[in-house]
């Protein structure tokens, strides 16, 4: 009965640091804004691993990897 109670309790703190810990999301583009999202490999902001570019008509460009570390710019059209 311990060891299950015990199993139960690890399990569920396991699935609530998986949930929590997920890559952050970058804030919407707002509408008439062209934004830009860079997105780094740890929280020093050094190394550029992926860039997300929104341009006023809404067209999206990517590439790389989307990170939990990031800066957002925008700028209006």
Sequence with gaps: M???LLLATVLALAAVT??????????ACKYNYACVTVFYSDSTRTTVVGEKYEDCTGVVDMWGVRTGYL???ESPC
């Design 2 to 4: 311990i060891r299950r």
């Design 71 to 73: 800066e957002f710019y």
């Design 18 to 27: 998986t949930v929590t810990t997920g890559p952050a999301q970058a804030r």
